[in-house]
């Protein structure tokens, strides 16, 4: 079976065959991307844009050979003439009939153009958009060589190029199928031009930002193949700031990145698109990942050390988290002059001081301020708002949207962004069932598709839906607040589905009023300083609490551990011994392997799994509490930075504190150090309580190793 995302001779013969345009376009955008790899100028290479003017026989000529080196096609040996043909190969005939298709093939590389070529020492080379056999092709070649020589008895071999010679060409530069293939292509990739052509509708007239300059050096010097490159470039600013255009334009100015360039807003997309680029050194690509967050930004980064001199990535982001060691480039918000110069080259109409006005109100946000420009007549006449909050709710928002939409965003609003489809298909489904709120996520999924463009209010990125600009989103969370939220804020946030806590705790925190904070902060703490040890065999209320956690580890592990120590060990084998306890044993356990990947939690967790242990319920399991406490404590993939000295002596305290169960464990732990046997423990996430773990410690050489096993062998 042909792989995912490629081509073949088939589909060239299809899609050129009678496309003269089309077929000139494509081998134009080859020849380009090949000269370039090759580390040819752009003068080097020389096209015809038009195949209705006459060109002598030939269409394109590359005035320099390339170095085998990096010349994979074997084509580009010496300076090359091509000649193309968007037709099958019979329909290559002479003119007048006085032969067959080696007179016809004879009088192509005669034209003037070509044969003065080739008595330069060029290389012909007849590309045909049709397939042929072996045999065919190397009469066609022998035809061609002997005409040649007939032109210049030094001749370089003439080479016949087919519609799967064209495919097998194609295939290394993935934004050229993409470009002249979307069929073969999943939808939520684009190449350059029409990634712009999606983006640049509302102002086709880009103006270049002057506080964003260095930015615009940033992404240039990191898609430069001449330069070393093995990390992920993410861009960053706030929803609605204009990181993607900015972006898109960046890459459009250098002609060289046309062919290079593939975008997509969906981070799952982007992971498979960069494995495919590092599983084929053929390949080269330039990604942009969009709606890109910490964790697949780590993903990406994972996969560039395997092809760093093929592939650069740029991640698009509206998070603000950092990925230790990687480049980032962050655009702060526009100021309103800039504002002001761009709504001037699209709205040139527009009278200034509306612009001016627009620009104001909005803030900073391009896309915001181009949608007041567009409906002018909800601004008031002299252009001043009582309040910002007051003016987008109230005579902006409600005006602009339908109820059923405003509803919506509204909806939306309530977290950073909301999963509707694919692995996080049930954030929007457990929303919207929330006994406070009354939507369908299929009507809101509906209502996005329709706002995504005008006015963009929701938008649609990958596999989630938010709301931007951030001004509209700040907007629209303290409507949501006041509507459902304030009538009874404790009825609200105890039905909230636990798995979306910690994002809508984010929401608060980045758009809520200190009252929201405060208030949210507390409740969810009070609760968690309510809990009893039933409530650790309690599915619902341990998922709660294991998500609160993820927020806000630092204030809510001691309660977690307080919570155990005063639960006797009899007491958890009881609760987590039915079905649902079972399962909340399972995060449990989860959750205190995950706090164990950081120093500073490393205390906790270990006293958690160990109590855990103490009274295990899964022995049939490889990863239970027990075996996962004795891995703590090996020389190397112990899954803590804690270094091996400061276990081992934890290690030897429990031990002299402990009789029965936890004397058994502890032998067992030795032994685990001393027989280093492997680990069937869960891998590390790339990103845990948002933040990249630390890596964990090891011993730096073989003889510090052995000091190790030493002490170890010493305190048995």
């Known amino acids: 079976m042909r792989p995912v995302w490629e081509i073949d001779g088939t589909g060239v013969a299809k899609r050129f065959q009678g496309d003269s345009p089309g077929f000139v376009r494509f081998l134009n955008r080859l020849l380009s991307i090949q000269a370039r790899a090759g580390g040819l100028p752009d003068t080097a290479v020389g096209r015809t844009q038009k195949d209705t003017e006459g060109d002598g026989g030939v269409d394109a000529h590359v005035d320099q050979a390339i170095l085998p080196a990096l010349d994979p096609t074997g084509r580009f040996v010496v300076p090359t003439c091509w000649q193309f043909k968007a037709c099958r190969t019979g329909s290559i005939k002479p003119k007048k009939k006085k032969g067959g298709q080696e007179v016809a093939l004879q009088d192509e590389i005669n034209k003037p153009h070509s044969r003065k070529l080739v008595e330069q020492g060029y290389g012909y080379r007849f590309c045909i958009a049709d397939d042929m056999s072996a045999q065919k092709k190397r009469q066609w070649e022998v035809w061609l060589f002997e005409a040649a020589q007939r032109i210049n008895p030094q001749a370089a071999a003439p080479l016949v190029v087919t519609a799967s010679d064209l495919a097998g060409w194609a295939n290394r530069f993935k934004a050229v199928v993409l470009e002249f293939f979307h069929d073969a292509w999943p939808g939520s990739l684009r190449h350059l031009e029409g990634w712009r052509g999606e983006i640049a509708g509302l102002t086709p007239q880009f103006v270049a930002i002057g506080s964003w300059e260095s930015a615009v050096r940033a992404i240039r010097e990191h898609v430069d193949f001449s330069r070393p490159a093995s990390t992920v470039l993410t861009v960053q600013g706030e929803a609605g700031v204009g990181k993607t255009r900015f972006t898109c334009e960046a890459l459009l100015e250098n002609e060289s990145h046309h062919a290079l360039v593939v975008y997509t807003d969906d981070e799952q997309a982007a992971c498979e698109f960069a494995g495919a ?158 006994p406070m709120i009354d939507q369908q996520p299929l009507n809101v999924v509906r209502i996005a598709q329709r706002l995504r463009q005008s006015p963009g209010f929701l938008a649609v990125g990958g596999r989630f839906l938010y709301v931007t600009p951030m001004l509209i989103a700040r907007v629209a969370f303290k409507t949501a607040w006041e509507r459902w939220v304030e009538p009874d804020p404790r009825r609200f946030l105890a039905g909230f589905p636990p798995e979306l806590i910690d994002a809508f705790v984010e929401r608060v925190q980045g758009s809520g009023t200190p009252a929201m904070r405060s208030f949210v902060s507390d409740f969810f703490f009070d609760w968690a300083t ?176 052995d000091v190790c096993r030493s002490l170890a062998l010493d305190m048995a």
């Open 530 to 705: 309510h809990l009893v040890p039933d409530d650790l065999g309690r599915e619902q209320s341990v998922s709660r609490l294991v998500h609160l956690i993820e927020v806000q580890p630092e204030a809510l592990v001691p309660i977690l551990r307080v919570l155990f120590d005063r639960t006797p060990v009899e007491e958890l084998k009881r609760i987590h011994s039915g079905h649902e306890g079972g399962r909340a044993r399972r995060q449990l356990v989860w959750l205190a392997e995950r706090l164990a990947h950081f120093e500073e939690y490393f205390a906790d967790a270990e006293a958690i799994l160990l109590r855990l242990a103490l009274a295990e319920t899964e022995s049939h399991l490889g990863n239970n509490a027990s075996r996962l406490w004795e891995t703590l404590f090996r020389i190397v993939l112990s899954g803590t930075p804690v270094s091996f000295v400061d276990r081992l002596g934890l290690l030897e305290r429990r031990l002299r504190e402990g009789g029965g169960r936890q004397l058994a464990l502890g032998w067992a732990a030795l032994e685990e150090i001393l027989a280093d046997s492997p680990v069937s423990g869960l891998a590390a996430p790339p990103v845990l309580f948002g933040r990249l773990p630390p890596p964990q410690w090891r011993p730096s050489d073989t003889e510090e190793r």
């Open 277 to 434: 680029i590092a599983r084929d050194d053929r390949l080269r690509a330039i990604l942009v990942a969009d709606e890109c967050t910490l964790e697949y930004r780590s993903k990406l980064g994972r996969i560039l050390p395997a092809c760093p001199d093929r592939l650069r990535i740029i991640a698009i982001d509206n998070s603000l988290q950092r990925v230790g060691g990687a480049g980032e480039v962050r655009l702060t918000q526009i100021e309103i002059p800039e504002v002001d110069a761009i709504l001037s080259r699209n709205f040139a109409d527009l009278p200034p001081d509306r612009r001016r006005s627009n620009a104001r109100l909005a803030r900073g946000f391009v896309r915001l301020a181009v949608d007041l420009c567009e409906h002018d007549i909800l601004i008031p006449p002299d252009g001043r708002v009582d309040s910002i909050f007051g003016f987008f709710h109230d005579d902006y928002l409600a005006k602009r949207l339908t109820p059923e939409e405003f509803e919506a965003v509204l909806l939306v609003s309530l977290l950073p962004r909301v999963g509707y489809r694919d692995d996080v298909v049930g954030q929007l489904g457990s929303l919207c069932m929330h």
